[in-house]
């Protein structure tokens, strides 16, 4: 059959009423457009070449899907409100631009939560722990991407060849169901990533007090920002899939501007993040590195050195530190001495703020003592 794939239509802008699709046009042309091609211009030039961890690049491919979705769409909304002459076919456009929303939706939170437990990771011990659990909830989330666009794009099908109409009320429903399981794990994700950020945030203020590094507080606006946005996605996604109710312009005007809103913060503050790590001086990250491997190294020997089964106390801080203190090279992970390299100068000022770090622990917990369990 044929159906209805060739026969010419005027495409319609039923949200034009008071200028709503204008005004959606403008909000996302002139307003939100242009800090994502900032980003999208950053990542892949000044960014794209600076040594950043093989993780950001996820933001890179996220940053360019999105850019091009959201050219696409403010170019979808003026032929609507041009009222061109096309033909049917023109709905399975739509499958296209979720394509690359999804995309840019997946790259951006896997970006942003391989960033915020890299973070976390250097202060706490298991962090593999979260990495794994958000890889295989970002798989998931690919393989709801793919079967909502697979579905939408078999509904058009059916939908311009005037297939039975049972068979298009199930991939419908079918289609909204992978929508909505899609919004509820990003929202799950988004919230896991806020979550990291904040707590590496709070252990900086645990063991540096209030000298928090800038790209922490940075990196918690993002993932905030990405936290709002999703939870907007799902409010309106559950209003329209799950509640059934009927879409207007007001729901419309404010999805637009509150997806491209929270997705432009969370791109520029990114960027920022990205640039403010690219300029620190590899010194600065070996001292960071050499802190992280001190206190993973004091937690471990804490740990192994008690017995809850035996009623066995761990050992004194203070002896782990001491045993630190006498034998810094040794405790050292391999990768950190050869990144440390064989300048007497670099070493020394390096030992010098290792032992500096060992002080203050010491000054704060070498109090602790060990106490019989049972």
Request: aromatic share 12%.
């Given at each position: 059959m044929k159906g209805i794939s060739s026969l010419p239509v005027h495409l319609n802008n039923i949200s034009f009423e008071g200028n709503y699709l204008l005004g959606r046009i403008v909000i996302n042309s002139l307003v939100l457009l242009f800090p994502a091609v900032y980003a999208c211009l950053k990542w892949n030039r000044s960014?794209?070449?600076?040594?950043?961890?093989?993780?950001?690049?996820s933001i890179t491919y996220g940053t360019n899907s999105f850019t091009l979705w959201y050219i696409l769409h403010v170019i979808d909304l003026s032929l609507r409100k041009a009222q061109i002459k096309t033909t049917y076919?023109?709905?399975?456009?739509?499958?296209?631009?979720?394509?690359?929303?999804?995309?840019?939706?997946?790259?951006?939170?896997?970006?942003?939560?391989?960033?915020?437990?890299?973070?976390?990771?250097?202060r706490i011990l298991k962090s593999w722990i979260w990495k794994a659990t958000g890889d295989f909830v970002i798989i998931l989330l690919t393989m709801l991407a793919l079967f909502h666009v697979g579905t939408r794009f078999a509904h058009g099908i059916l939908w311009i060849g005037v297939a039975d109409i049972i068979d298009i009320q199930h991939l419908a429903q079918r289609r909204n169901e992978f929508e909505i399981a899609f919004m509820v794990?990003?929202?799950?994700?988004?919230?896991?990533?806020?979550?990291?950020?904040?707590?590496s945030l709070w252990l900086w203020k645990a063991i540096d007090g209030w000298r928090i590094p800038k790209e922490s507080w940075l990196l918690v606006v993002a993932t905030g920002s990405l936290l709002i946005r999703s939870?907007?996605?799902?409010?309106?996604?559950?209003?329209?899939?799950y509640?059934?109710?009927?879409?207007?312009?007001?729901?419309?005007?404010?999805?637009?501007?509150?997806?491209?809103?929270?997705s432009s913060i969370f791109l520029v503050v990114i960027t920022v993040f990205a640039q403010y790590m690219r300029t620190k001086s590899p010194k600065q990250n070996l001292v960071e590195r050499m802190k992280q491997d001190c206190r993973q190294y004091v937690l471990a020997r804490l740990d192994d050195?008690?017995?809850?089964?035996?009623?066995?106390?761990?050992?004194?801080?203070?002896?782990?530190?001491?045993?630190?203190?006498?034998?810094?090279?040794?405790?050292?992970?391999t990768d950190i001495m050869e990144a440390m390299g064989s300048t007497p100068q670099v070493e020394q000022e390096l030992r010098r703020q290792y032992m500096d770090y060992i002080a203050k622990l010491q000054s704060e917990y070498g109090q602790l003592v060990p106490v019989t369990v049972g």
């Open positions: 960014l794209s070449v600076a040594r950043l961890p093989l993780y950001t690049k076919r023109y709905v399975l456009t739509d499958s296209l631009f979720y394509v690359f929303k999804f995309a840019a939706d997946i790259f951006i939170i896997a970006g942003a939560y391989r960033i915020a437990s890299a973070e976390i990771s250097k794990l990003q929202f799950l994700l988004a919230l896991g990533t806020l979550a990291m950020s904040t707590l939870m907007s996605e799902l409010v309106v996604v559950a209003r329209h899939n509640r059934l109710m009927p879409k207007n312009p007001d729901t419309e005007f404010a999805r637009d501007f509150v997806y491209g809103l929270f050195s008690s017995d809850p089964r035996t009623g066995r106390s761990a050992i004194a801080v203070l002896t782990v530190l001491d045993e630190l203190r006498q034998d810094w090279r040794g405790r050292m992970s």
